[in-house]
Structure formats: C-alpha cells, structure tokens
C-alpha cells in the first residue's frame, strides 16, 4: 500500500534526527478508498499518544503525493525475531516474549481507550499481528499500522461482508464479517503470544479456506500439546484470550496484560526493558551494527576539520543546498502552502541520483529571487547550459520481498547509484498484490518467508495471466547452497540467486547481469 522512506532532519551545530515517511504508492493514489484508508491511518493513529504506539506527527501531500512521518524505531518486527529464532532451531524467550505482548497490549489499550468531544472513538486495530509489532534495540515493543482499523467515525467504511486484516489472526468474529470490538484485537494478541511460545503457526493452513475452518470451527489446540512446558497458570492466561466465545474473552487487552503480569512476573518470566533490549542485541545486534554504519556513510557529512566543518555549515545555513546525493524536499506546511522544511529537511529518497539535477553543487544553487530578477549576472549566464541538459532515463521499478526491514534497507543502499525506484513489502501475498497494480521490472524476493514463501510466490507470479507480470525477473534470497534448492527455484522461474548474508558485490553482480540480459532481449 505504501513505500516507507528514511528521512533526516538537521539543525544547527550538526543537530540530526531521523524519521520513517511513509508515502502512498503512485498508483494506488488515484483509488479514493485506498487514500481515504491512507489518511484515515494518520487521522486515527495520531491521536493516540502512547510510548508503545509508533506516533504519526504528521501528514500531508506533496507533488510526490500523501506521505505520513513517523518516527523512526531502530529495530524490526516480532515476525523476524520469531522466524530468526526458528532458523536456528529455538524459542524465542519466554520473558522477552511475555515482555512483547504487555508491551503491545499497552499500546493497543491506549488505541482502544481513545475519545474526543464527542465520546469513544471505539477504535479495533483489526490487523494486530507479529508484522505491526516492532521491537526497538530500546527494549520496547510498538504497536503500529492502523491502516485497516475500525473507528466509530472514518473517512473509509468497511462495506458489510468485507474481511479486513491478516486471516491466520482473525478473530472469530472478525473472520465471520460480524460486527467487531476490541475483543478482537485481545484474540489476535492471544495468537501472536501463542505462536511466540510455540515456536509455530497456530491457525495458519495451506490455503485460506482450511485457515477460516481452523479458526471457526476447530478447537485451539493448548501450549502443553504443542510441547511447550509452561506452567499452568501462565497457559491459563493465554488460553483465555483465544476463548472462541467473546463473553469469555478478557474484556479489554489491559485486563490481559494485567493478568499476564500478575502470574508471569512472580514465576520470573516477564523481562525488563534492559533484558529485552539484551535480547535485541543478541538476535539483531550485528545486523543493525552493518545497516547503522552504512546509513551512517550515507547520511553523514564527510569528515572535514574543525573550522572547514563551520564554513560548511554556515554555507548550508546560507543556501540551503543540499550535498550531492540529497535534496531538500518541499513540503507542505501547516497552513497549505509549499515551503521548503526550516533547518533543511533532507530526505533519503529511495530512488537512486545518477545526474546531478536534484543535487547541484552551493557555486551554482541560486535563490528565488536571484531566478525572478532581470538584472541577475547568474541569471544571465545559466539559460543555455540549463536548456542543453539532457534528460536522465527514467528508473526502473524495483520491489524487494523480505520479512527483515534491514534486508530490505540493504538492498536499497547497496543497489544505489543504479537508477531504481525502490518499492518492498514484508509479504509476499502483498507483493503479488504490488505487481499485479503496478509495472515492475525486478524483484528480489527471499525464499524463506512466513505465510507464502518465494518459491511459492515464484509459481504465482509465472502462472498469472497478465502477460508483464509473467515476464518480469525474479531473484531470489537463500541462505540455502544445495543444488535441491536451487533446482526447485529454476524449475519454479528464478531468475537468479543471491546468497545470505546480502553482500553489495553479490546483489550488484546478479542485478547487473540481469539487466545487461534484458536489454539484449529487449
């Protein structure tokens, strides 16, 4: 649905910060109900002010269309910490994991709790799973993405009948298309604390149809029968808030968290703050090491001495010209009108600079007035060499599947330079949706992904009958050398390979060789 950006504010005496915008596809922007949807995330999710919500501090349109700005939580989603503890064969601790679900059921209680003048606004997230969890190197677990969620006053409605949200998390209720409350999200909370200390799939099936008969019809199988030795008590609790009958539901998801706490802590299983954060250092900490020091090399100034780095930033103070490699965006501000952010907002784009149109050099940048006056010696002396500028190719669309948010933030800076518009998704359900909206021409996948995988995702997309769609090359992330793998992925319509951990070499290499392949086909 959208593209999520890395942004950066400055400030004086080299003060930075960054933030997560957040911007609605180009070709989803002209549907009105995937915009009223879109804002209707930012009205909703900007009110609740909770330190286990991601806060939304702002919305607004561009040129590039409707954008949120978030901030940005370093870390990554509870659905890759499960999957990278289940690659290596264990658990997810049960205090980190005990610590996740209090945590996102904070979050989820504030989201619940909300009014204004009027009264409740009686907001469902309905799409609670371990993909909307994230989990900073902090210690704190968020709750985000109220895209699809449901509030006694939106933009959007749901029309009667329609399912909104992840099925294998549905509550009964929800997967029935019934009328929904919070109970919902307490159930879908209860499924994401089960399958955290199980170490598996509670509902999710081969298909979507025996998924819906799991969750309605079968009985919830309990932790002990799935070999997870907790103490009773503590299965209690979970098993409550899976109870098919909502009257026998916890009431609210505090009431869960309470009783989550009331049994766990005393059993010594409820981490702190500082024990999860441990635990993220250890399950991520070389990952995010790599993904900071390259944002680092990317966002950060060069090295210069004391007093040349003051005549740099008093250069930039003076021009506002952004480095090369960046721009300043112009963005709306409060009161509708365009200007350009105080103090040089630079964004990242996803989009790889290969001219130096978005990115001239302080010698040449010239104010506004300096454009409008007749009298400008600059002005005079620009015209020819601006209308001899040849018009750089348009980039090439690229979509990156991967359940890691740091894969995916690496192929994007190891592939800069290499004129791509850069799209992702954590799914691949949703990928399939991305290309079948919108003209891709490369997609680089993992093979290994919770719910429908990239062989899977392969066979989807070389079956579909839209003809682009069939034709657009597939790489594929694998940590997995044997031939077995690789001859399933070909016979599947892999177009390459790139092995685990991504190197920019190797992505660079296979990409290049790809493309050099098509443009002789083409």
Known sequence: MASVYLARVDGVARFQRLFAIKRLHPHLARDASFVDMFLDEARLAARIRHPNVVPI??????????????????????????????????????????????????????????????????IVHRDVSPQNILVGIDGSARITDFGVAHAAARLSTTRTGQIKGKLAYMSPEQARAA??????????????????????????????????????????????????????????????????????????????????????????????????????????????????????????????????????????????????????????????SSRPKRESSDIVSRRAKTGTEDSPSPRTTRSNEERRSPSSTVDKAEPTRVATKSTPPAPQRLLTIDDSQTVRNLVRVYLMGMNFEFFESARADLGLTILETGAIDLVIADINMPGMDGLAFLREVRASTNAGMRRVPVVLLTSDKSPETRARAISSGASGFVLKPVTSSNLRETVTSLLKANARLG
Request: glycine share 6%; proline share 6%; charged share 25%.
């Open 179 to 336: 009328p929904v409350d919070r109970r919902a999200d307490v159930w879908a909370l209860g499924v994401v604390l089960w399958e955290m200390l199980a170490a598996t799939r509670l509902f999710k099936g081969a298909t979507d149809a025996e998924t819906m008969h799991r969750i309605l019809y079968e009985p919830v199988p309990t932790l002990r029968a799935s070999g997870v030795n907790l103490p009773e008590s503590l299965e209690a609790v979970c098993m409550r808030a899976l109870e098919p009958d909502v009257l026998r539901r916890y009431a609210t998801a505090a009431e869960f968290a309470d009783a989550l706490e009331q049994v766990a802590r005393p059993l010594g299983l409820l981490a702190s703050a500082r024990d999860l954060a441990a635990y993220v250092d250890r399950a991520i900490g070389p990952e995010m090491s790599q993904q900071r020091e390259l944002l680092n090399n990317w966002l950060s100034p060069s090295e210069s001495s004391p007093s040349e780095a003051a005549k740099e930033d008093s250069s930039r103070r003076q021009s506002s010209s952004p480095r090369v490699g960046e721009r300043t965006p112009t963005l709306p501000s409060a009161e509708g």
């Open 57 to 122: 501090l702002e919305v607004g349109s561009s040129a590039q269309g409707y954008y949120l700005v978030m901030e940005y939580i370093e870390g990554d989603t509870a659905a890759r910490f499960m999957a990278k503890a289940a690659d290596s064969g264990e658990r997810l601790p049960v205090a980190s994991a005990i610590r996740i679900a209090v945590d996102s059921l904070a979050g989820l209680h504030a989201a619940h709790e909300l009014a204004d003048a009027e009264g409740p606004l009686k």
